[in-house]
C-alpha cells in the first residue's frame, strides 16, 4: 500500500476511531462516578454523537468498533470463564443454566414470533434476556444477518436490558426474602436471573458476601452458555425470507470459536493472571465501544422508532427467566 493511500485510509478511519475510543472511555469514567451501567451510558453517548449527523465523517471508522471490534470483545469474554470457580456449583449449576438459557430463547423466540416481530429481532432480544444482557445482545446480533433494522433492535435491547436488570436488582432481593430463600439459594436465583453481570453482583452484595459469590458463580453458569447460544442462534436463522431451508452447515462464526478457545485455555491455565486481566479489560473496552458506535451510527431518532411490542417481549422474557430460575433454584439448590 503507497504512502497516499495509507493516509486516505487514515483520514477515512481516524475520526471515527477516535470517535469510538472516546464513547468508551467517557462511559466508563461516566459509570463509574454516577453508578450506572457503562453499556446503558456508550448508548446515551452514541446516541448524543450521533443527534451532531456527523455519520458521513465518523461512520468508516466506527464500523471498526460495530463489527470487527465487537466480536473481537465478545470473543475474549472467553478468558473470564474460570472452569475452577465454575465447577465450585457443580453438575446442578450446569443444568439449571441450560435449562435457563435454552428455555429463554425459547420463549423469547415464541413470544416474539407471536408479537409480529421479525424472528432475527425477537432472537437478539431473547438472547439478552436468557444469558448476559448487553453482551449477548451483541454477541447475537453478529449471528443474525447485518442489517439497520437488527442494529436499532440491538442498541434498544441493550437500554432495556439495562432498565430491567436495575430493577430486577432492586426488587429481587426482598422478594428473594418473602419467599424464603436462603442466602446460597438466593445468591443462585439472581445469577440464574438477573441479566446483567453488574447487577447481579449489586443484588448479592446487598443480602450477605455468600449471596454475593454465590450469585457470580451462577451468573458464570450462564455465560458459559453464550458460544453454543450464538451457534444455536445462528443456525435457526439459516433460512431464507421464504421460509426455505438454506443448503449447507455454517460454520461457527470465527469470534465464537475464539471465544471457546479461550475459555479452554484458560481452563488449562495456559493464561498467565496478568493476561486474563488485560484480556477482560480489552474486552470491556471493545464491548463499550460496539455498542457506542452502534448508537452513534442511529441517532436519538432510532428511540422514536422502538416498536412497543419489542418492550413487552423483553418484560415478558425478563418474567419468563425469572420464574424458571426460581423453579430451578428450589429444585437444585
Known amino acids: 500500500m503507497t504512502v497516499a493511500a495509507l493516509r486516505l485510509s487514515a483520514g477515512r478511519l481516524g475520526p471515527g476511531l477516535v470517535a469510538g475510543v472516546l464513547l468508551a472511555v467517557l462511559a ?7 453508578h450506572a451501567p457503562a453499556p446503558l451510558i456508550a448508548v446515551v453517548l452514541g446516541m448524543m454523537l450521533g443527534a451532531l449527523g456527523l455519520q458521513a465523517q465518523l461512520g468508516a471508522g466506527l464500523d471498526v468498533f460495530a463489527k470487527p471490534g465487537l466480536r473481537l470483545g465478545v470473543a475474549m469474554m472467553g478468558a473470564q470463564i474460570s472452569w475452577a470457580e465454575f465447577a465450585a456449583l457443580g453438575g446442578p449449576a450446569v443444568l439449571a443454566s441450560g435449562v435457563v438459557v435454552l428455555g429463554g430463547l425459547a420463549i423469547g423466540a415464541a413470544a416474539g414470533v407471536a408479537l409480529g416481530l421479525p424472528f432475527a429481532e425477537a432472537l437478539i432480544a ?10 449477548a445482545a451483541l454477541a447475537a446480533s453478529q449471528a443474525a444477518p447485518a442489517s439497520p433494522a437488527n442494529q436499532r433492535t440491538t442498541a434498544l435491547v441493550i437500554v432495556g436490558v439495562n432498565l430491567l436488570s436495575t430493577v430486577a436488582m432492586l426488587a429481587y432481593p426482598p422478594l428473594a426474602h418473602a419467599l424464603g430463600l436462603t442466602a446460597h439459594q438466593a445468591g443462585v436465583f439472581f445469577g440464574l436471573s438477573i441479566h446483567d453481570v453488574a447487577q447481579v453482583a449489586g443484588a448479592g452484595a446487598s443480602v450477605s458476601p455468600e449471596a454475593a459469590s454465590t450469585a457470580a458463580l451462577a451468573k458464570l453458569a450462564r455465560i458459559v452458555w453464550l458460544g453454543p447460544a450464538v ?8 433460512r431464507s425470507k421464504e421460509g426455505g431451508v438454506v443448503s449447507g452447515i455454517k460454520a461457527p462464526p470465527l469470534f465464537v470459536l475464539g471465544f471457546a478457545a479461550l475459555a479452554a485455555a484458560r481452563g488449562l491455565n495456559l493464561i498467565p493472571a496478568a493476561a486474563v486481566s488485560m484480556l477482560t479489560a480489552c474486552s470491556s473496552f471493545l464491548l463499550l465501544a460496539g455498542v457506542g458506535a452502534i448508537s452513534a451510527k442511529l441517532g436519538p431518532k432510532a428511540l422514536l422508532e422502538v416498536k412497543p411490542k419489542l418492550a413487552v417481549m423483553l418484560g415478558t422474557v425478563t418474567v419468563a427467566v425469572a420464574v424458571l430460575a426460581y423453579a430451578l433454584t428450589r429444585i437444585f439448590f
Do not use: E, T, Y
Open 28 to 34: 466508563k469514567l461516566l459509570a463509574a462516578s454516577l
Open 126 to 135: 431473547a438472547a439478552a434476556c436468557s444469558i448476559c444482557g448487553a453482551s
Open 231 to 238: 451457534m444455536l442462534i445462528g443456525f435457526m436463522l439459516m
